[in-house]
């Protein structure tokens, strides 16, 4: 089994011109043309036709040379190798397995994607777990979705399976908005969802499914209340469904489907809805049914049948891995151990503290413990400090992140690694709501957030080169140059690490831990990580891999055009398991 590389890479290589997957089932016939089918392979093999348009003898070049002698290092058949193959040869975030727990070693695997049909729609194939956010996506009657009215409307009025809906089954609501006589933009009736849990910052795409009672009207709706501009939407007898992508204003957004003056020119629409559907990404994907609560629906990930996924065995040099869905959201994992330096990471109490007091775990924290620390305030001197020493190289890089949390007195803060001076800075949001006002900054200057939440938490992450050692993570309520007493933030989970980016949280009290590598890559594409994913965490991968084949005869043929000048076209492979 060689590690060499088919070479594909010669200037004369013409594209595949032959690429046939192929597998092996059995097929049982009965008496009665009945049919029982069975396979024996649980991912196909391939067979590739490839060629050469011109292979040039001469010394300088010796490409013919290359292509004899890869042939005659792996005996014809006889041993295997690694090819490209040009439009199956890479993945960018492609799913390849869930946490349920206690799993901790998964196969790589992609699928090619692209479309698929169903009775009502042709959607994109997902290669991760899809969830719909909305609740009771099919039921306007239910009490989560209000009807209201403004000016000279009336309320939304819904009637329950009123119709037929795209998949056959009378489940669609019939829907009736009253605006009135009046046109001016007070002048509305409409419907809502009023909580639909979405992650604030992130993009996501709402869709619904509509159609006239009669002839035709228009109507506005939108997945995000007054975040996002109303679409209006005109309505036939036909069933369409309506998509718009928008980045998540908050946490629980608002699900609206309006008439309103100046707006829409129907003023008193009757209409059909089914299949209100919120979700991450930027394309709507199937319909996925909700009542109380929301589902996920996962792929059928390898070697299971359903979804096209086909194991990774022969990556190609480096690859990224990714955890998503859990109380840390999506981030890379490192091959590589870790530090945290910075002690007491979710104990901002332990710190050295001035001019504010801490409220040891008084607030839920991003991992759902009651750990987190309210730091407030105390009088109306600027400077007030959470502070601790961590021993640094003067001159190498590092990364200060923490989680904060804003309050009913303050929703903004400074942060940053001080090192006897404030060095040069460059700052991101890792996850949550916010606003940085600046992602870099000068030396003598420090990183400050805005809106911050009350409800959500914000990961901040500040990369600096050390001026000195020890340098010490500080956390400034409010601003650093605050006089505002009571002035209040939370803070928990911070992390002082070498190098350009925040990762994996790791917890420490007095000592400083380090967390050994969070996944290592064995033959045949199997990673193994560290720690079993809770279940419902989603993984995935970035990067490029190769296809183990052999030569699919004995013979090499290839045909010279002129002195010193050769074409071989018909070099056949075949995939190896």
């Known amino acids: 089994m060689s590690s060499l590389v088919f070479p594909s890479s010669l200037p004369g290589f013409s594209p595949v011109v032959t690429r046939e997957p192929y597998s092996k089932t059995v ?257 709507a994907t199937a319909y996925i049914p909700t009542t109380s609560a929301a589902v996920t629906v996962t792929p059928a990930y390898w070697p299971a049948m359903g979804d096209g996924f086909e194991p990774v065995q022969e990556p190609n040099g480096p690859i990224s891995v990714f955890l998503d869905k859990d109380w840390q959201g999506y981030r890379q994992l490192c091959p590589w151990a870790r530090t945290n330096l910075a002690l007491y990471s979710a104990q901002i109490d332990q710190w050295a503290l001035s001019q504010l007091t801490v409220t040891a775990n008084n607030a839920t924290a991003p991992d759902g413990t009651a750990t987190a620390d309210t730091l407030t305030k105390s009088n109306t001197t600027a400077g007030a400090i959470a502070d601790q020493s961590v021993t640094v190289a003067a001159g190498a890089q590092y990364t200060s992140s923490v989680w904060l949390q804003g309050t009913g007195t303050s929703t903004r803060a400074d942060f940053g690694l001080y090192s006897g001076s404030w060095p040069a800075w460059t700052a991101q949001i890792v996850s949550g709501p916010g606003t940085l006002a600046a992602s870099s900054g000068a030396a003598g200057t420090l990183p400050s957030i805005t809106g911050l939440s009350t409800t959500q938490w914000t990961r901040v992450a500040v990369t600096v080169a050390a001026l000195a050692t020890p340098s010490r993570p500080r956390i400034y309520p409010d601003t650093s140059a605050s006089t505002t007493s009571g002035a209040a933030i939370r803070a928990w989970g911070a992390q002082v690490e070498a190098g350009p980016t925040a990762t994996q949280y790791i917890p420490t009290v007095a000592t400083s831990v380090t967390a050994p590598a969070d996944y290592t890559l064995a033959a045949g594409g199997l990673v193994t990580l560290a720690s079993a994913p809770a279940v419902g965490v989603a993984l995935s991968w970035t990067g490029s891999y190769f296809r183990r084949v052999r030569f699919s005869q004995d013979n090499l043929s290839a045909e010279r055009i002129l002195s010193q000048l050769w074409q071989a076209q018909g070099v056949e492979l075949v995939s190896v398991k």
């Open 27 to 283: 097929v049982q016939e009965g008496l009665s043309g009945k049919e029982i089918r069975s396979t024996w392979w649980s991912s196909p093999r391939y067979r590739y036709r490839v060629g050469f348009e011109f292979l040039r003898s001469a010394a300088a070049y010796a490409e013919l040379q290359q292509l004899a002698g890869h042939f005659a290092r792996h005996f014809a058949q006889l041993d295997s190798f690694l090819f490209t193959d040009p439009d199956d040869c890479s993945v960018t975030d492609h799913g390849f397995g869930v946490g349920n727990g206690s799993t901790t070693t998964f196969q790589l695997q992609r699928t090619l994607g692209g479309y698929y049909s169903d009775a009502i729609g042709t959607y994109p194939q997902s290669s991760k777990p899809r969830t719909n956010l909305c609740l009771y996506s099919q039921d306007f009657h239910d009490a989560s979705w209000v009807g209201s009215a403004g000016g000279t409307g009336a309320s939304g009025a819904v009637i329950a399976d009123a119709c037929a809906a795209p998949d056959g089954t009378a489940t669609a609501d019939q829907i009736t908005l009253n605006r009135g006589s009046g046109n001016t933009f007070t002048d509305q009736s409409w419907i809502y969802h009023g909580s639909i849990p979405t992650p604030s910052g992130a993009q996501c795409v709402g869709s619904i499914w509509m159609r006239a009672a009669s002839g035709t009207c228009d109507v506005a709706w939108r997945p995000d209340g007054t975040a996002l501009p109303l679409q209006v939407v005109t309505l036939t007898t036909a069933w369409q469904r309506f998509t718009v992508a928008y980045v998540a204003s908050s946490s629980a957004t608002v699900f609206e489907i309006k008439s309103r003056g100046t707006i829409t020119t129907t003023n008193s629409p009757t209409f059909f809805a089914w299949g209100c559907q919120v979700e991450s990404g930027s394309v």
